[in-house]
């Protein structure tokens, strides 16, 4: 009898040592499945900025359309012969950056103190691989110094002198100021100097696209990877840093959840943790990419009056791209190679 009650006891303690961990919360709610990635195909998202698109003409946006698609062929071409997502990103934002026409690079908006300065981050969503630089004034293609911070240094964010004196380190020449005079910013800066010296006689200036520049891939290895590269807002304060070069703030990307790269008021994106925010609505909540994306940008921001909007992309192709604002460029290529580009909502 004692031998049968310990054999009972034993048995038990067996059952019990066995059960899957966690078995006991999935309990009347089934886990949902994971996002599968459908292996051999690809995915290239981009923005080209949030914001008021009122005085966008004719004129003004066949530039920008013209420059974003070569953008998304570049990176498409790469995703297309089986190269990675970060050289994806990577690629596409440098034609960004070169095009003159997004707050970005040649397109870089001005600082109170008439010099373009500078933001980008990149991160590997397959290992949390992240680099970053931030008020850089003399780099051709911030996005490519943030990868060498990301590939060839122990940190994630350099900034200002030292991110340029890194940059000289790795061979990287510095461009003069000059490099990057852009006539539309020069007139939009020197409008909003004499805006803020004489406000009355100078008026409102115009309203401003927002510019800045992101990309998500997702490669035929399945593997997600972010990247958003600007010039800040207009007219900002010299040294002040947006969301963009942020970690979490305006660019993330994780292989468990999702990709985000953010455009708007970058104050709000960081107070808010926006791009985090996305991917972890996805992965505790386990709702879906455009649920957690909308619910961020279109209550959380809407609420705090936070203009701007996101793209995010996740490892089963979905692509969400929320905006509060007026228009958002935003294109789209896949496996098929064709290339959508859509500025305002349908
Ligand atoms: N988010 C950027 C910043 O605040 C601006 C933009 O999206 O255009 O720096």
């Known amino acids: 009898m004692r031998i049968r009650l310990i054999m009972l006891i034993s048995a038990l303690l067996l059952c019990f040592a066995i059960a899957p961990v966690g078995a006991g919360k999935r309990r009347g709610a089934p886990a949902p499945a994971p996002a599968a990635p459908q292996s051999g195909s690809f995915v290239l998202v981009m923005h080209g900025g949030a ?7 004719p004129e003004r946006l066949e530039p920008a359309r013209a420059a974003i698609t070569k953008a998304l062929e570049a990176g498409r071409d790469i995703l297309a012969r089986g190269g990675s997502s970060l050289d994806a990103v990577e690629a596409a934002q440098r034609v960004m950056e070169d095009s003159g026409v997004f707050d ?35 780099i051709a293609h911030p996005i490519s110094l943030a990868r060498m911070v990301m590939e060839r240094t122990k940190h994630v964010l350099l900034v200002g002198p030292g ?8 061979g990287i020449a510095l461009v003069s100021p000059y490099y990057f005079f852009n006539e539309r ?5 020197q409008e909003k ?3 803020e010296e004489k406000p009355k006689a100078g008026g409102e200036p115009p309203n401003e696209i ?77 709702v879906s990419l455009e649920q957690a994306a909308n619910d961020v940008v279109m209550k959380e921001l809407v609420e705090q009056h936070g203009e701007g909007g996101v793209i995010a ?21 896949r496996s098929d190679g064709n290339i959508t580009i859509e500025t305002f909502k349908p």
């Open 104 to 138: 970005a690079g040649r397109g870089a908006y001005y600082t109170r103190d008439g010099v373009p300065e500078m933001d980008a981050a990149i991160m590997d969503g397959r290992t949390l691989a992240a680099g970053a630089v931030a008020s850089v004034q003399h």
């Open 51 to 57: 914001g008021s698109y009122t005085d966008a003409t």
């Open 185 to 189: 910013r020069w007139k939009s800066f």
């Open 163 to 170: 991110a340029e004196e890194f940059a000289k380190s790795q």
């Open 313 to 333: 992309l996740d490892r089963a192709g979905h692509v969400a791209t929320p905006f509060n604002t007026h228009g958002m460029m935003h294109g789209v290529v």
């Open 193 to 195: 100097q004499a805006a």
């Open 210 to 286: 927002y510019g800045t520049t992101g990309a998500l891939a997702l490669d035929k290895a399945g593997n997600l990877a972010a990247a958003t590269t600007t010039g800040g807002t207009t007219y900002k304060m010299p040294g002040r840093v947006g969301d963009s070069p942020l970690i979490g703030a305006g660019t993330y990307a994780n292989n468990e959840s999702c990709a985000v790269s953010g455009t708007g008021v970058g104050e709000y994106f960081i107070r808010n943790v926006v791009a985090a925010d996305i991917c972890a609505r996805v992965k505790y909540l386990h």
